[in-house]
């Protein structure tokens, strides 16, 4: 097999993480992480330093993993159509898109004559069922696109991946609920290898709360909050973003589940009973799109690595056949119930996921038309 390098970019709400990764033999040759935002200059000059230690020519293909490119729903390698999808889709997911864009201008001007390649984490979830996907909404809004299209597909796809292989079975044979618990959190239903439902819809602030936002809430409510209170519209965007879930339930204590469980005040509590209620709820109700139920997949930084987030969801699926007392350790990928519905943790790795996506498209630094 011919090694195929690809350069991963992640871009956060708030951090960047990129990758070398030799699809080979799915090995990372050099990586960087920062917790700056994505487009900031600290993150540029730390994406810069990174690009100075690898020689420019083994790099075969450049691959960023998108949250939400609008109507492109499939890896695409990056022209202006592309671009312009992608400034159509900003404002759908204003904490990632438009810092995919400013790296995709930095990485053209440094290497010129690589092909840049978009993944939308929306492609996991592109041939949902048309009743998962459909919102009850008037048929004329329905023409704008207004449907619901799922994310975090990259970490879905690697999650089912490991998932088959620690119980020995086909991935394409498995129904299992997945629950991405981190920055951001959503879950899905997989049947038979593919999304059937999943609890993000048009734009990543639907479903379950996360560490600041504030996931579903009551249309009702924002009606409410823009008649009555006098709230302006950006500024309801900007406290659902960003001031809500974890950090707003806490009264502004941390976004952080860690710093939750280890400060146990009545706040503290509060937060973590709501996330956890909410996970619980969206795993139930998308189990109803399954036949039945393999495994529930816990990945993301807090399903990986908040052993008492996980245990506390668990311990109320008893409905679904999941029973509490988990393996506390997390060492490695592993099913860490002992009886019941299995339980499985996955450490999320985007970035071998989106090379091997990438890869797998066989474009390499002569096809396309580097943008």
């Known amino acids: 097999m011919v090694a195929v390098l690809v350069l991963t970019v992640n871009p956060g709400s708030s951090s960047l993480r990129a990758h070398l990764v030799d699809t080979t033999d799915e090995r990372v040759v050099d990586e960087l992480e920062?917790?700056?935002?994505?487009?900031?200059?600290?993150?540029?000059r730390a994406l810069?330093?990174?690009?100075?230690?690898?020689?420019?020519?083994?790099?075969?293909?450049?691959?960023?993993?998108?949250?939400?490119?609008?109507?492109?729903?499939e890896p695409a390698v990056v022209d202006e159509t592309v671009r312009e999808a992608l400034r159509s889709a900003a404002p759908l997911a204003p904490a990632h898109v438009p810092k995919t864009l400013a790296l995709l201008d930095f990485l053209h001007d440094r290497l010129p004559?690589?092909?840049?390649?978009?993944?939308?984490?929306?492609a996991f979830h592109r041939d949902l069922p048309e009743a998962a996907y459909t919102y009850p909404v008037p048929a004329s809004w329905r023409e704008w696109g207004v449907r619901r299209?799922?994310?975090?597909?990259?970490?879905?796809?690697?999650?089912?991946?490991?998932?088959?292989?620690l119980l020995d079975r086909p991935a394409g044979e498995l129904q299992v609920l997945i629950a991405h618990?981190?920055?951001?959190?959503?879950?899905?239903?997989v049947r038979d290898g593919?999304?059937?439902?999943?609890s993000m819809g048009f734009t990543p602030l639907e479903g379950m709360a996360m560490s600041t936002r504030s996931g579903s809430v009551d249309p009702g409510l924002l009606f409410w909050l823009l008649e009555e209170r006098g709230l302006e519209p950006g500024e309801v965007s900007e406290q659902l973003q960003h001031a809500s879930g974890l950090l707003g339930?806490?009264?502004?204590?941390?976004?952080?589940?860690?710093?939750?469980?280890?400060?146990?005040?009545?706040?503290?509590?509060?937060?973590?009973?709501?996330?956890?209620?909410?996970?619980?709820?969206?795993l139930g109700a998308l189990a109803t799109s399954l036949e039945r139920l393999d495994a529930v997949v816990f990945t993301g930084d807090i399903g990986w690595d908040q052993p008492e987030v996980t245990e506390a969801v668990c311990a109320g699926l008893g409905t679904l056949g999941v029973h509490s007392g988990l393996d506390s350790r997390r060492e490695e990928d592993a099913v860490i119930s002992s009886s019941g519905v299995p339980v499985l943790t996955v450490r999320s790795r985007e970035e071998l996921q989106l090379a091997a996506v990438a890869a797998r498209q066989g474009v390499s630094d002569r096809e396309g038309t580097p943008v």
């Open 194 to 198: 593919r999304s059937a439902d999943t």
């Open 149 to 165: 299209y799922g994310f975090h597909g990259l970490s879905y796809g690697w999650a089912l991946r490991r998932a088959a292989e």
């Open 249 to 282: 339930l806490s009264g502004g204590l941390s976004a952080d589940t860690r710093d939750l469980v280890a400060d146990g005040s009545p706040a503290a509590r509060l937060a973590l009973d709501v996330f956890c209620h909410r996970v619980r709820r969206e």
């Open 48 to 73: 810069g330093e990174l690009l100075d230690r690898l020689p420019a020519e083994p790099i075969s293909l450049i691959a960023h993993r998108v949250v939400h490119a609008g109507k492109i729903t």
């Open 113 to 122: 004559d690589r092909v840049q390649l978009i993944c939308p984490d929306t």
């Open 181 to 189: 618990l981190s920055g951001g959190c959503s879950a899905c239903a």
């Open 34 to 44: 920062t917790g700056q935002p994505a487009d900031s200059e600290e993150a540029l």
